[in-house]
Every structure is written in structure tokens, then in C-alpha cells.
């Protein structure tokens, strides 16, 4: 069965600060590994890495893939109180139209 | 824009009730999903579809069937309504198997 363990379950800093969010994973035949960011309603898509694409980076967000430790993080630097949110990591694998998502990392920021 | 409509934001129904939630998509997507949230366990696959009048079981199905009798829309339908099908759904739909899901607002359901 396939697994995906988030850390830090919650966090919370002050608006300037980065942080680090932690995905690690059991899957069968890995087929891809995506982050989520959500805020009160829907969760909206922010990065898929694969094995051929194991770095994003968006603005103040970046991902990176380690297919050796089975593992992601997301970074986001100077945090700004927009970036609270539920932080969703998910992995598909043998059966890809399924995914896998973790319990998710909820970030608080403070003014 | 992909847009994923659940048909109430919120709901409330009483034990024993049968259920019908429903959620369209615009963007022709093969693939469909509904998931429930709750606090601490994240998002668990109830059921999806990857075809028209095709399902499969997700995660956790017990208690609760899906119909797709068309390509834009999944219905899940809870047949007997209990107080621990109290909830958040989503549902979600994607081009295929590599490409990121896109997710509607959400159903708060509570049963009373």
C-alpha cells in the first residue's frame, strides 16, 4: 500500500522567516510526487517533480526530489502571511490516475 | 481556467438519509475523483473514475457508491447516511494519470 508521511504536522513563524516542509514516501513503480497549497476551499496545484524534472521553483517557492531517500522538501522563503495554508504533499505510482496524499502540514504566518 | 463544481458548499441531512453529491467539470477530463477530509488525516480516495460508467474503490468506499453516467459529471451517493460520514468532500478531476488534479471547493456535510 502506498504511503506518504508529512512533517511537521504544523508550524508556525513570523512573516520574513523560511521554511522547510518535509514529504516522504512509499510508493510502487513512483511515477511522480506533487505539492499542494491549501487555504480555505479548494487545494490548488503547485509543483509536480518527476524523474526527469526534480527541481521547481516558483517565485519564493522551490521543490526538490530525492528519488535515493524517497523524499521532498518544499522550501519557501520570506514567508509572507499569504503563504498560511494547509501544505499538501501526494505520489502516484503503479495505478497513475490515482494519487496518494499525506496529512498534510498546516503553516501559520505572523505578522 | 479547469473549473470543478460541487453543487452545495454546504449540507446538512439527518441519519439514514440518502445522499447525492454531485460534482461536474468543464475541461472533458478523463479522470475523476471524490475524497473526504479530516482534521489530522488529510485527503483519503473514496472512489474514482477514469471512464465514463467506470469505477474503482478507493481508499475507504464502505458506505458510499458513484455513479458516472456521463464524462463531465461523478455523483457520490451515500446510501444510508451515518454521523460518521459527518465530513468535508472534495471532488477532483485530471487529464490523465500525469497530470496534477484540479479540485472543487469542496462539500461540508454534516449528518445529524
Given at each position: 500500500e502506498d504511503k506518504v508521511v508529512q512533517s511537521p504536522l504544523s508550524l508556525v513563524v513570523h512573516e520574513g522567516d523560511t521554511v522547510t516542509l518535509n514529504c516522504s514516501y512509499e510508493v510502487t513503480n513512483f511515477r511522480s510526487l506533487l505539492w499542494y497549497k491549501q487555504e480555505k476551499?479548494?487545494?490548488?496545484?503547485?509543483?509536480?517533480?518527476?524523474?526527469?524534472?526534480?527541481?521547481?521553483?516558483?517565485?519564493?517557492?522551490?521543490?526538490?526530489?530525492?528519488?535515493?531517500?524517497?523524499?521532498?522538501?518544499l522550501n519557501i522563503t520570506a514567508t509572507q502571511t499569504g503563504d498560511s495554508a494547509i501544505y499538501l504533499c501526494a505520489v502516484t505510482g503503479t495505478n497513475a490516475g490515482k494519487s496518494t496524499f499525506g496529512d498534510g502540514t498546516t503553516l501559520t504566518v505572523k505578522p | 481556467?479547469?473549473?470543478?463544481?460541487?453543487?452545495?458548499?454546504?449540507?446538512?441531512?439527518?441519519?439514514?438519509?440518502?445522499?447525492?453529491?454531485?460534482?461536474?467539470?468543464?475541461?472533458?477530463?478523463?479522470?475523476?475523483?471524490?475524497?473526504?477530509?479530516?482534521?489530522?488525516?488529510?485527503?483519503?480516495?473514496?472512489?474514482?473514475?477514469?471512464?465514463?460508467?467506470?469505477?474503482?474503490?478507493?481508499?475507504i468506499p464502505e458506505g458510499y457508491s458513484v455513479s458516472r453516467e456521463k464524462k463531465e459529471r461523478f455523483s457520490l451517493i451515500l446510501e444510508s447516511a451515518s454521523t460518521n460520514q459527518t465530513s468535508m468532500y472534495l471532488c477532483a478531476s485530471s487529464r490523465d494519470g500525469n497530470q496534477p488534479q484540479h479540485f472543487g471547493d469542496g462539500t461540508r456535510l454534516s449528518i445529524l
Open positions: 476551499k479548494a487545494p490548488t496545484f503547485l509543483f509536480m517533480l518527476t524523474s526527469s524534472g526534480i527541481e521547481k521553483k516558483s517565485g519564493r517557492l522551490s521543490s526538490i526530489l530525492d528519488k535515493k531517500e524517497l523524499s521532498s522538501i | 481556467d479547469v473549473k470543478v463544481t460541487q453543487s452545495s458548499r454546504y449540507l446538512v441531512k439527518r441519519t439514514g438519509e440518502k445522499v447525492f453529491l454531485e460534482c461536474v467539470q468543464d475541461m472533458d477530463h478523463e479522470n475523476m475523483f471524490w475524497y473526504r477530509q479530516d482534521p489530522g488525516l488529510g485527503l483519503r480516495l473514496i472512489y474514482f473514475s477514469y471512464d465514463v460508467k467506470m469505477k474503482e474503490k478507493g481508499d
